[in-house]
Structure formats: structure tokens, C-alpha cells
């Protein structure tokens, strides 16, 4: 398989959730990828998350409904470990659409509302340190 190489940084789409031009950390330090979601509200077997943020741009009042959802524990860099809600969602690389699970978060204190972790990493990119938003680029040229 042909890995692309990204930079530690990037801006991409989550056309699922509605969210256009999200900034992301390409973290290879963490297992699994995690989004920024302002409220959750677990209701009649679905889950409702609000995906909105006045520290984060482009992040608008979104409300998404999912039906599948899952939780999962995941372990921080400081060793704490939490229980979080799990969805599968869709993100644009390159122009290329390619499915995601990603946990939910509280992250209005973090500089980037979305973690790019080794699960959605593997067997498709490189992460090369020194660049930055290569994927964004390529789709604004």
C-alpha cells in the first residue's frame, strides 16, 4: 500500500458531522482519534451530540443524532483513564473520504478540537513532524 505523508498538523472535513475546515493534531501518541463535543445526550437508544465551540472555528451549532454508538477507555498521557462515547463518522484526507471512530470529548481547553490518533493513522499516512496542513494544501491548490 502507498502511505501519503502528512504533517503534524492539518485542516480537513467531516462532511458527516457537517464540520468543514476543522483544525486536527496528527497525534501518534494516542491509540484512538477524539473530537471536540460541547453537550451529549444519551436518549431512546440514540445518542445527540452537539458539536459547537466558541474557541474553535468552524465549529458551529451542530446537532447530530447517531443510532450506533459505543463506549470505550481510554487512557490519557497522564495516565487517567476515562469512559467515553465512541461513533463512527467519515473525514476527508486529500480529497479521499475515509471512515473514522472517534471518541467524545470535552476539548474547548485543548488548541485543537480534533486528535488524529495511530487507529485511523495506520497503514495510510507517514507523519513527517516538520510539516504542516500538506492534505489542506493540496486541496486548496
Do not use: E, Q, R
Given at each position: 500500500m502507498n502511505k501519503k505523508i502528512i504533517g503534524r498538523i492539518d485542516i480537513v472535513d467531516f462532511p458527516?458531522?457537517?464540520l468543514f475546515n476543522i483544525d486536527v493534531?496528527?497525534?501518534?501518541?494516542?491509540?484512538?482519534?477524539?473530537?471536540?463535543c460541547s453537550k451529549i445526550i444519551e436518549e431512546n437508544n440514540s445518542l445527540r451530540c452537539i458539536f459547537n465551540s466558541d474557541d474553535h472555528k468552524n465549529f458551529g451549532k451542530t446537532e447530530i443524532i447517531f443510532d450506533t454508538f459505543s463506549r470505550t477507555n481510554v487512557k490519557s498521557s497522564n495516565g487517567f483513564k476515562e469512559n467515553r462515547y465512541k461513533v463512527k463518522s467519515e473525514v476527508v484526507f486529500f480529497g479521499k473520504t475515509y471512515k473514522i471512530n472517534l471518541t467524545l470529548s470535552t476539548r474547548d481547553d485543548m488548541k485543537f478540537p480534533v486528535l488524529i490518533g495511530r487507529q485511523f493513522l495506520k497503514q495510510k499516512f507517514i507523519v513527517d513532524v516538520d510539516l504542516e496542513n500538506v492534505s489542506f494544501n493540496k486541496k486548496t491548490q
Open positions: 458527516g458531522l457537517g493534531k496528527i497525534d501518534t501518541g494516542a491509540y484512538t482519534s477524539a473530537i471536540h
